[in-house]
């Protein structure tokens, strides 16, 4: 092949390839940067129901009833019956007529407690909660629901080990629920 | 002389509140035909004036005058971004907000106000459990990570240099329509039930790409995706779902996503509901299971009378709306209106839709206008003669795979009234003597 012959040829490929980008993936810059351990690890906000996620920390309900008063009550309730924020606490049957979704009659996961009171409440200043606080806050909220009492310690190892009444209370309909657990 | 006749003629000329069903043939064409004629005397009237105008510069005293105020002195000069005329000013997104946190709430899409497919972006509606994030641009990345091969951080200005595919594509809340449940029928307009529907085109990079790069473990089934707005937003997305078509979206309606819309990056995420579209992008977690995350345990799942909840209800059903005639216009007199609405469905194209006039009893096929496309808005239309008799006005989707859209009694039969979500049953507007329309259940 000549040299003439080589451009040509160089040529039409190049011709071929911006023609038809329906037949070979466009070629993509890979320009991620990589991400330290230690940034994906605060950043990383999520708990899972086997506890996966969860941090150090402690609370108990006796503990939490004061930051609940302090932060939750304006919005939730002195009690968690509701009010401009969703009714946390009661244990109605949810085949009632108009039953409240709660806490304790609805939420399946105890996890899902603690890892959205971290990412997301107080709603005038989240994330300021300390961790500690925030299981002795979820510990008051499962008190009020009567799903533990007022001295059980809850951390990592005891929050995913509480059964919430309406575990399997759901039915999976574009995907499934996690098994088990 | 005959312009002033044919225009104080009832056009069309029919006496009862039939459907001039143009979309099926014969019946239309008279109809048509009559459009067309008034189109042109019309025509001719104005030119006949024009030429009256040019033969006599000076307006005669009392006389409306032949070139109005706006066009006897130079109009307004150029303007950087320009914005709909004062005189539009009702049309609004209705902002429904927490009493105690004014950015947790929904603001809602004035649909009937509007035309077309394409809801201009002032007007998209809006869910923010705690208000809109000002993003500086240059300090937002998105993080990857999670069961990948190597975490891999994605600053702005490298994230718009890679592919970018565009399509139009509605997005709604799952909580859309919920008033459909309750009890007696809401009587507001009609985009202020139903407006947690809007309809974009949205270009960004496909997410694929993105997970391909940071090398996504292929047997790990869920991917985990969090917002930076200050609730911290996540849900679970099925893997199989963000590897077929969804978008990591830089654009919205040919600029860059507004910031009630998730500047600088948002999840696109087709026909599914609203708040698996999470704004403000900034954590995306390969994950062996979903997180059970309160957005998709507490709420957006769907309390049935078995007392057990639908969870996972990602796709959005077929639904139709008519948003003309609707609640809080008013008919001017008998005769020949357009039906004019929208239909979409999470399932791909809308096949038809359907329009009664008699609550149901009869119905007939609208015309779909082009383009039809899945997962987008479909507009409809459908002329009617309206006799001046009461009516009941309804609309009936059917997409591409079957599915059509259910009567309210049969959804509230199987579901129930505590579901709160993902309500699309048919939707009824009386038409009373008056030409006045309201919600009704029929």
Same mark, same amino acid.
Request: proline content about 8%; overall charge neutral.
């Given at each position: 092949?000549?040299?003439?012959e080589r451009?040509?040829?160089?040529?039409?490929?190049s011709?071929?390839?911006?023609?038809?980008?329906?037949?070979?993936?466009a070629?993509?810059p890979r320009?991620?940067?990589?991400?330290?351990?230690?940034?994906v690890q605060?950043?990383?906000?999520s708990?899972?129901p086997?506890?996966?996620?969860?941090?150090?920390?402690?609370?108990?309900?006796?503990q939490g009833?004061?930051?609940?008063?302090?932060?939750?009550a304006?919005?939730?309730?002195?009690?968690g019956?509701?009010?401009?924020?969703g009714?946390?606490?009661?244990?109605?049957?949810?085949?009632?007529?108009?039953?409240?979704q709660?806490?304790?009659?609805?939420?399946?996961?105890?996890?899902?407690l603690?890892d959205?009171?971290?990412?997301?409440m107080?709603?005038?200043?989240?994330?300021?909660?300390?961790e500690?606080?925030?299981?002795?806050v979820?510990?008051?909220?499962?008190y009020?629901?009567?799903i533990?009492?007022?001295?059980d310690?809850?951390?990592?190892?005891?929050l995913p080990k509480?059964?919430?009444?309406?575990?399997?209370?759901?039915?999976g309909?574009?995907a499934q629920?996690?098994?088990?657990? | 002389m005959?312009?002033r006749?044919?225009a104080?003629?009832?056009?069309?000329?029919?006496?009862?509140?039939?459907l001039?069903s143009?979309?099926?043939?014969s019946s239309?064409s008279?109809?048509?035909?009559?459009?067309l004629?008034?189109g042109?005397?019309?025509?001719?009237a104005?030119?006949?004036?024009?030429?009256?105008?040019?033969?006599?510069?000076?307006?005669?005293?009392?006389?409306?005058?032949s070139?109005?105020a706006?066009?006897?002195?130079?109009?307004?000069?150029?303007?950087?971004?320009?914005?709909?005329?004062?005189?539009?000013?009702?049309?609004v997104?209705?902002?429904?907000?927490?009493?105690?946190?004014?950015?947790?709430?929904?603001?809602?899409t004035p649909?009937?106000?509007?035309?077309g497919?394409?809801t201009?972006?002032g007007?998209?509606?809006?869910?923010?459990?705690?208000?809109?994030?000002?993003i500086?641009?240059?300090?937002?990345?998105?993080?990857?990570h999670?069961?990948?091969?190597?975490?891999?951080t994605f600053?702005m200005?490298?994230?718009?240099?890679?592919?970018?595919?565009s399509?139009?594509?509605?997005?709604?809340?799952?909580?859309?329509?919920?008033?459909?449940w309750h009890?007696?029928p809401?009587?507001?307009?009609?985009?202020f039930?139903?407006?947690?529907a809007?309809c974009?085109?949205w270009?960004?990079?496909?997410l694929?790409l993105l997970?391909d790069?940071?090398?996504?473990?292929?047997s790990a089934p869920?991917?985990?995706?969090?917002?930076?707005?200050?609730?911290?937003?996540?849900?679970s997305?099925?893997?199989a779902? &963000?590897?077929? $078509?969804c978008?990591?979206?830089l654009?919205?309606?040919?600029?860059r996503?507004?910031? =009630?819309n *998730? @500047?600088?990056?948002?999840l696109?995420?087709?026909g599914?509901e609203?708040?698996?579209n999470i704004k403000?992008l900034?954590?995306?977690?390969v994950?062996?299971?979903?997180?059970?995350?309160?957005n998709?345990?507490?709420?957006?799942?769907?309390l049935?009378?078995?007392?057990?909840?639908?969870?996972?209800?990602?796709?959005?059903?077929a639904?139709?709306?008519i948003?003309?005639?609707?609640p809080?216009?008013?008919l001017?007199?008998k005769?020949?209106y357009?039906?004019?609405?929208?239909?979409?469905?999470?399932?791909?194209r809308?096949?038809?839709?359907?329009v009664s006039?008699?609550g149901?009893?009869?119905w007939?096929?609208a015309?779909l206008?082009?383009?039809?496309?899945p997962m987008?808005?479909?507009?409809?239309? &459908?002329?009617? $003669?309206?006799?001046?008799a009461?009516?009941?006005?309804?609309?009936r989707?059917?997409? =591409?795979? *079957? @599915?059509?859209?259910?009567?309210?009694?049969?959804l509230?039969?199987?579901?129930g009234?505590?579901?709160?979500?993902h309500?699309?049953?048919?939707?009824?507007?009386?038409v009373?003597?008056?030409?006045?329309?309201?919600?009704?259940?029929?």
């Amino acid at each position: 092949m000549s040299m003439l012959e080589r451009r040509c040829a160089m040529l039409l490929a190049s011709l071929a390839w911006a023609g038809a980008p329906a037949q070979a993936p466009a070629p993509v810059p890979r320009l991620g940067q990589p991400a330290a351990p230690e940034l994906v690890q605060r950043w990383n906000l999520s708990v899972y129901p086997d506890g996966r996620g969860l941090p150090s920390g402690q609370g108990t309900a006796a503990q939490g009833r004061a930051i609940y008063q302090a932060h939750c009550a304006k919005c939730h309730g002195a009690d968690g019956e509701g009010g401009s924020g969703g009714t946390l606490a009661g244990r109605a049957p949810l085949t009632d007529p108009d039953p409240d979704q709660t806490v304790g009659n609805y939420w399946p996961y105890a996890t899902t407690l603690f890892d959205f009171i971290r990412r997301a409440m107080p709603m005038d200043a989240p994330a300021t909660l300390s961790e500690d606080e925030i299981y002795a806050v979820s510990a008051y909220v499962l008190y009020l629901n009567r799903i533990v009492r007022l001295e059980d310690r809850l951390d990592a190892d005891s929050l995913p080990k509480i059964r919430m009444p309406n575990r399997d209370g759901f039915v999976g309909i574009d995907a499934q629920p996690p098994a088990g657990r | 002389m005959l312009a002033r006749m044919n225009a104080t003629k009832p056009p069309g000329g029919r006496r009862d509140a039939v459907l001039l069903s143009d979309a099926s043939g014969s019946s239309g064409s008279a109809g048509r035909r009559d459009f067309l004629r008034r189109g042109l005397t019309l025509s001719g009237a104005g030119l006949g004036t024009a030429i009256a105008a040019g033969a006599a510069w000076a307006d005669r005293p009392g006389e409306e005058p032949s070139r109005s105020a706006w066009m006897t002195t130079p109009g307004q000069p150029f303007s950087n971004y320009g914005q709909p005329s004062p005189q539009e000013r009702g049309v609004v997104r209705w902002i429904s907000a927490n009493r105690a946190v004014a950015g947790n709430g929904v603001s809602w899409t004035p649909l009937h106000d509007l035309e077309g497919i394409i809801t201009p972006t002032g007007l998209h509606f809006e869910r923010h459990h705690n208000g809109v994030p000002q993003i500086p641009l240059e300090q937002h990345r998105l993080l990857i990570h999670g069961r990948v091969r190597r975490a891999l951080t994605f600053a702005m200005p490298d994230l718009a240099r890679y592919p970018v595919r565009s399509q139009i594509l509605f997005i709604e809340c799952g909580g859309n329509s919920n008033a459909g449940w309750h009890q007696l029928p809401q009587q507001t307009r009609a985009g202020f039930m139903h407006g947690l529907a809007s309809c974009s085109e949205w270009a960004g990079v496909p997410l694929s790409l993105l997970l391909d790069e940071a090398g996504a473990d292929p047997s790990a089934p869920w991917l985990i995706a969090e917002g930076a707005d200050a609730a911290a937003i996540q849900i679970s997305l099925p893997m199989a779902k &963000a590897r077929q $078509d969804c978008l990591v979206a830089l654009y919205q309606n040919g600029e860059r996503i507004r910031p =009630e819309n *998730g @500047y600088p990056l948002r999840l696109i995420v087709p026909g599914w509901e609203g708040v698996l579209n999470i704004k403000w992008l900034r954590r995306l977690e390969v994950a062996p299971e979903p997180v059970m995350a309160r957005n998709e345990t507490a709420r957006y799942t769907e309390l049935q009378p078995s007392g057990k909840a639908r969870m996972f209800t990602f796709v959005m059903e077929a639904k139709s709306l008519i948003t003309s005639p609707s609640p809080g216009q008013r008919l001017d007199g008998k005769g020949v209106y357009e039906i004019r609405g929208l239909a979409w469905s999470g399932r791909g194209r809308i096949r038809s839709v359907d329009v009664s006039t008699d609550g149901g009893a009869h119905w007939a096929p609208a015309r779909l206008q082009e383009p039809v496309l899945p997962m987008a808005f479909t507009r409809f239309r &459908a002329a009617w $003669d309206w006799s001046g008799a009461p009516a009941v006005l309804k609309s009936r989707a059917t997409d =591409e795979t *079957g @599915y059509v859209q259910p009567e309210r009694a049969a959804l509230i039969g199987e579901r129930g009234r505590h579901g709160y979500f993902h309500y699309n049953a048919i939707v009824a507007w009386r038409v009373d003597e008056d030409g006045e329309v309201s919600h009704v259940y029929a």
